[in-house]
Antibody, heavy 125, light 110 residues
């Protein structure tokens, strides 16, 4: 069974960088699939942040692209998210996910079949 | 404001059937697969339907999905109190170059 677990600081100061890691167990990220992040502000809906393939190729939400970096570490079987210059609007529960697409190249057509439990990150001084 | 429109809430009695709509356009639903996610209170979303109408292993056949043109529909029959949750549709939007979700629909089982 695939299991994803987010980790990282629960509190980040405005203008600083949010950094999260997702540890994957039950599946080697080197074997395929895209891996990504989705966030949910308190009381609001889901927002896709982006996805990464084990090779390092990425696709980001255009509205966040200038602030987002995702990396995959196949030796540790985990992947990470960095979001810089954060503001209160970035306060959300952040979920790491596995994305099943239809080819090894990104098309965006697919679905999120495994989700982590989520981690609340609050942006506040 | 999401490009996928869902009703904010729906409700029905236990044992009844309910449908949740997801309306989009040719740049999203019209030309891409739709998936649906169930988010029970205080938990992470869970995949309910993928490829418009397929159920992952373990999802009961009380849940169904369909798509017609630029709209998709999630159907739930034999409603149970345990079905009370927020439901989200999702798909790729080729104009926005991003994965998009509907605003979510809260299901209340009266």
């Amino acid at each position: 069974q695939v299991h994803l677990q987010e980790s990282g600081p629960g509190l980040v100061k405005p203008s600083e960088t949010l950094s999260l890691t997702c540890a994957v167990s039950g599946y080697s990220i080197n074997n395929g699939y895209f891996w990504g992040w989705i966030r949910q502000p308190p009381g609001k809906g889901l927002e896709w942040i982006g996805c990464i393939y084990h090779s390092g190729s990425t696709s980001y939400n255009p509205s966040l692209r200038s602030r987002v970096t995702m990396l995959a570490d196949t030796s540790k079987n985990h992947f990470s998210l960095k979001l810089n210059s954060v503001t209160a609007a970035d306060t959300a529960v952040y979920y790491c996910v596995r994305f099943e697409g239809y080819s090894s190249s990104w098309s965006g057509d697919g679905f999120f079949d495994y989700w982590g439990q989520g981690i609340l990150v609050t942006i506040s001084s | 404001q999401s490009v996928l429109t869902q009703p904010p809430s729906v409700s029905a009695a236990p044992g009844q059937k309910v449908t949740i709509s997801c309306s989009g356009s040719s740049s999203n639903i019209g030309n891409n697969y739709v998936s649906w996610y169930q988010q029970l209170p205080g938990t992470a979303p869970k995949l309910l339907i993928y490829d418009n109408n397929k159920r992952p292993s373990g999802i009961p056949d009380r849940f169904s999905g369909s798509k017609s043109g630029t709209s998709a529909t999630l159907g739930i029959t034999g409603l149970q109190t345990g079905d009370e949750a927020d439901y989200y549709c999702g798909t790729w939007d080729s104009s926005l170059s991003g994965v998009e979700f509907g605003g979510g629909t809260r299901l209340t089982v009266l």
